[in-house]
């Protein structure tokens, strides 16, 4: 499997995803603006690159694995948990009496959270497409019935 299909940000394939849901989430002063605004752009940046890298697979769904696959959903489905907390951050600081400098860079910040949800919504609905031809599912399938999909053109090697 290309390495560049494995997603490479702040969660690795490899490990789990913390769960937050059930922690406070501690609320940053408006000094931290340049860190949260890093975070969304970056997990934006990873996000987008991510989707191109399954856009690739799409056609070669049967290059992954269901690991791999099951892995990317459980990462990005627990990301959505995030979204909420950086929108409550910019709302509470888009509530401060705030320059016009903040006003703008908080205004930006809720637009790529607006493309990050939908990023990371394209991404699952994405893997929940690439899920049902992975290689297990190609192992499951008989001589003929891969005959035939290759044949009709719904499996490419």
């Known amino acids: 499997m290309p390495h560049n299909l494995v997603w490479s940000g702040e969660y690795p394939l490899q490990t789990t995803v913390p769960n937050h849901s059930s922690q406070t989430p501690n ?21 987008e690159t991510q989707y191109q890298n399954l856009q690739a697979a799409k056609s070669r769904p049967h290059i992954l694995d269901d690991y791999t696959v099951g892995r990317l959903v459980e990462v ?19 509530a401060e009496n705030l320059n016009a400098t903040q006003k703008k860079e908080i205004d930006r910040l809720e637009g790529q959270l607006k493309k990050l949800r939908g990023a990371n919504a394209e991404i699952l609905a994405l893997t929940d497409e ?23 053109g719904k499996t490419k090697f």
């Open 76 to 94: 990005f489905g627990k990301r959505q948990e995030f979204f909420e907390i950086y929108a409550e951050q910019l709302a509470r600081w888009k």
């Open 27 to 47: 609320w940053q002063p408006l000094t931290q603006l340049p860190l949260i605004a890093q975070m969304i752009d970056g997990e934006l940046a990873e996000t």
């Open 130 to 152: 690439l899920k049902e031809g992975t290689i297990e599912k190609v192992l499951l399938k008989s001589d003929l019935e891969m005959g035939l999909d290759v044949l009709l």
